[in-house]
């Protein structure tokens, strides 16, 4: 009887710990979810039973100057997300399936993703709405109503492809701005996202009434930039036709501005690339070997288009410049009289601390000259001994006061600055090469700035490319306000530079941009590319009316190489004036000669390399040109001398009555 009690005593005293282990490790297993666990499996908790979503907001759309013409827009299409932890382990294979099927897109890709242990995968993004529908409809038919999500998203579209490209830049995948216009107004106009929040039980079910919540997105601002889309397309087109029939290795740009305001009304660069398809070849030639380069070489050659030219990259702007110069001689009272007889000599070239410096001419020098003729002639020893008497502190005075020192702070990304040697380094030779514009680089944007200040009667204008911005919500306009930087030169420099700058065109080197009935002003450039690269840059500054500037032109090719050669008057010239002859008519200018309006025949510059002087006369004499001999000589025997060379080359179309320079 004592033996049983003491076993039942036993069995209960076993039996109580037994229990107690149990207890204690209960405590400790609920311990370790608690306070270990417990972060994780919240989290894994609400991802279930949570699930937030964002909707994108629609860009801003981007109009040009007219407020009209769209540049940039975007359109509504669709997002397809899928939460794995509320897909069933049996409609896993059979939803990946269908999905793959729908977008055309890689099963094992889409298994996998489902499959995946987290709240939300992405399957497919901004796809069209005829493909998302499909997917509704199967998901009724198979009654899936949890798991997939289809959300309203937005695509960027550039309706005219190539149009403006380096100056609107493009977006990536994600909405967000990657380049130009598109990512400096970034905060403008990307607008905010909004969110679908919902909330769920454990089975994936809506949770009550406030199953799911709502936050709508705000759509981005819209711009109106300064860019007139009728004045682009003619500069883009003569700019193509330019780099092709010039053969213009390095591509070119123009830019086109109005003095007053700074508004750039067209800038252009070629080549340019379809902004819908960004990374892909630009070129027939990029599309051949595409394929096979590497990715180096494929982001190293769309990073080159991309790039807008007109201000990340600098030049030396060569005769061009002397604008510059012929300013800041007027300015300081160191010639007064643009147009009296024999006030500087060109001798063939000027001696600077012992360099010669060759007047471009210096074969036939042009003797003696009034400051007006100097600019016409484009004579290096006139605008040289000018930068002497101006003196470098003085100089460099200008060159701050035209802005050439600073970036112009335009509305773009990546704008460079200007290279120029430090001002306690300036020499009397390096203050020589800067008067006649060459070994120092600014962009073409910084050129064109600085000129707008000669062309407006005196003040710096800051450029933009946005004119206003236009709010989402309320549709309240912001006006971008001009700017200006204070006053470079008098009003009075200013008209008597501009006459000279007339004078240019309508009896120097720039006879090639005259438009019948327009009073138009310019000056031509040839510089080289860099030192001993045997390369060079040909440009053309133009300014019209003269009479009430309205647009400063700037067009710069990069090593042309064509039979036109690579002079300022031959090769850019006429394309000026091709620019010209359409924005002058379409912004409805004054023909301000219209009474003696002078037309001007065009004739295809003939062949006569190879042929004798005489026989060149001849041949000359019939299409209207003039023919200049270089190395000319008195006792020449025109009947027996050989013209070796001739510029511009044969088959070039010129106005009548350009000079036709040729070697013997």
Not at 17 to 39: K, N, P, S, W
Not at 206 to 211: F, M, N, W
Not at 621 to 637: A, R, V, Y
Request: charged share 25%.
């Amino acid at each position: 009887m004592i033996t049983t009690n003491l076993s039942a005593k036993k069995r209960m005293r076993n039996i109580l710990f037994i229990a107690f282990l149990i207890i204690i490790l209960l405590i400790g297993r609920i311990g370790f979810i608690q306070f270990v666990q417990g972060a994780t499996l919240s989290e894994m908790a609400y991802e279930q039973q949570t699930l937030d979503r964002y909707i994108n907001p629609k860009r801003g759309t981007i109009y040009d100057r007219t407020g009209k013409n769209i540049l940039a827009v975007s359109s509504t299409v669709e997002t397809v997300t899928v939460n794995p932890v509320n897909i069933s382990e049996e409609n896993k294979e059979k939803v990946a399936k269908k999905l793959s099927e729908i977008f055309e897109l890689d099963y094992e890709t889409v298994l996998k993703k489902v499959k995946k242990r987290s709240s939300i995968e992405t399957i497919v993004k901004k796809v069209e709405k005829e493909k998302t529908d499909e997917l509704r409809a199967w998901m009724s038919e198979n009654v899936i109503d949890t798991g997939i999500n289809i959300d309203e998203d937005t695509k960027r579209y550039y309706p005219n492809n190539n149009l403006a490209s380096q100056v609107i830049g493009f977006c990536g995948s994600d909405n967000q701005g990657l380049d130009g216009i598109e990512a400096k107004y970034e905060a403008e106009l990307a607008g905010q996202k909004g969110r679908i929040k919902k909330h769920t039980d454990a089975k994936g079910g809506e949770i009550g009434e406030e199953g799911e919540s709502y936050i709508s997105a705000i759509d981005g601002n819209d711009l109106i930039l300064t860019i007139d889309m009728n004045i682009q397309s003619i500069i883009e087109k003569y700019l193509k036709e330019a780099c092709i029939d010039n053969e213009c290795t390095d591509g070119g740009n123009v830019v086109v501005m109005d003095p007053k305001t700074g508004d750039i009304l067209g800038m252009a660069t070629y080549p340019s690339y379809n902004l819908n398809e960004p990374f892909e070849a630009y070129t027939d030639e990029l599309k051949q070997n595409w394929e096979n380069m590497s990715q180096e070489d494929k982001t190293k050659n769309l990073q080159a288009v991309w790039r807008n030219r007109a201000i990340t990259d600098t030049y030396e702007p060569g005769s061009t410049f002397k604008t510059i110069t012929a300013s800041a001689a007027l300015e300081e009272g160191i010639v007064t009289d643009i147009d009296k007889e024999g006030e500087f000599t060109c001798t063939g070239g000027i001696e600077v601390a012992g360099v010669r410096i060759k007047c471009w001419r210096y074969y036939r020098p042009h003797g003696a000259e009034s400051l007006r003729q100097a600019l016409m002639n484009s004579c290096n020893p006139v605008f040289i001994g000018l930068g002497q008497k101006i003196g470098v502190t003085k100089y460099f005075e200008y060159l701050k006061k035209f802005g050439l020192l600073e970036v112009t702070g335009v509305d773009l990304p990546g704008e460079a600055n200007s290279i120029f040697i430090k001002q306690e380094k300036a020499g009397p030779v390096e203050l020589a090469t800067i008067s006649f514009g060459q070994r120092f680089e600014i962009t073409p944007l910084q050129l064109v700035t600085a000129v707008s200040a000669i062309a407006n009667g005196g003040t710096q204008v800051k450029p933009k490319v946005v004119k206003k911005i236009v709010n989402s919500q309320t549709k309240e306009i912001t006006e971008i306000e001009n700017e200006t930087r204070g006053t470079a030169i008098s009003k009075e420099t200013s008209e008597k530079v501009l006459s000279m700058m007339e004078s240019v065109v309508s009896e120097g080197t720039g006879k090639n941009a005259k438009v019948a009935g327009y009073r138009i002003g310019g000056k031509t450039g040839t510089s080289e590319d860099g030192v001993n690269t045997n390369k060079y840059v040909t440009s053309f500054l133009g300014v019209a009316p003269i009479d009430d500037p309205q647009v400063v032109l700037l067009i710069t090719l990069y090593n042309p190489t064509g039979e036109g050669g690579h002079q300022g008057g031959g090769v850019a010239a006429p394309i000026g004036g091709q620019i010209f002859s359409e924005i002058l008519p379409y912004l409805e200018v004054n023909q301000g000669n219209q009474d003696e309006v002078e037309v001007i025949n065009q004739v295809e510059t003939p062949d006569i390399i190879g042929k004798t002087i005489k026989e060149a006369e001849e041949i000359i004499k019939e299409t209207g040109l003039e023919l200049n001999l270089q190395n000319e000589d008195e006792n020449i025997d025109k009947e027996n001398t050989i013209i070796k060379n001739q510029t511009p080359k044969a088959g070039i179309t010129i106005n009548e009555g350009t000079k036709l320079y040729v070697e013997i």
